[in-house]
């Protein structure tokens, strides 16, 4: 199975990229795993909320395939602890899913056409964190996810 993430916006911190740089090498021993950014859309003062998603919902699905299985970042989603979400990303494996894509949406989160398309939304807290904050969050329970799989010491119960 591969995995990617697809996010909007690139990251401005260097502090976060690096340590997302750190996890996403830590997480190429265990899976294909690629980030994708989506360019931020320009002039996004003169839009709407609802214009700024529909134009974000557009630019993300047209990086999905048919065969691609779409969960998003959702504080609406289910929540998991990390021995759950690794539980997740087994039964995902074992479906024999090709590319299992996350999304993290625009800061007023994703348009109906995208929910439409999703397969799942997953939620990381009830807490908000930052767009950025997130990509690292995920990539880290990813990683996080294939230990616990593979019965190596980085989680401890």
């Known amino acids: 199975m591969n995995i990617r993430l697809l996010t909007i916006g690139k990251t401005d911190n260097k502090a976060l990229q690096t340590l997302i740089d750190d996890y996403t ?3 190429s021993f265990y ?8 360019p931020d859309i320009k002039n996004v003062k003169n839009l709407s909320e609802a214009q700024q998603k529909e134009k974000e919902g557009e630019l993300i699905l047209s990086k999905i395939t048919p065969t691609d299985q779409l969960i998003l970042l959702d504080e609406n ?14 039964k995902k494996m074992n ?7 996350f999304v ?3 800061p ?9 398309k999703a397969q799942g939304k997953v939620s990381l807290s009830e807490m908000t ?7 690292l ?8 996810g294939f230990t616990i799989l593979r019965n190596e010491p980085y989680h401890h119960q």
């Open 104 to 106: 993290i949406g625009g």
């Open 77 to 90: 989603g289910k929540t998991y602890s990390s021995v759950g979400f690794s539980d997740f990303l087994q």
């Open 137 to 144: 969050f995920v990539i880290e329970q990813i990683y996080r």
């Open 95 to 101: 479906a024999g899913i090709k590319t299992l894509v």
């Open 25 to 27: 090498k830590r997480l």
């Open 129 to 135: 964190f930052s767009h950025q904050m997130v990509r």
């Open 31 to 38: 899976v294909k795993f690629d980030l994708e950014i989506i």
């Open 108 to 116: 007023y989160g994703f348009s109906e056409t995208v929910y439409q």
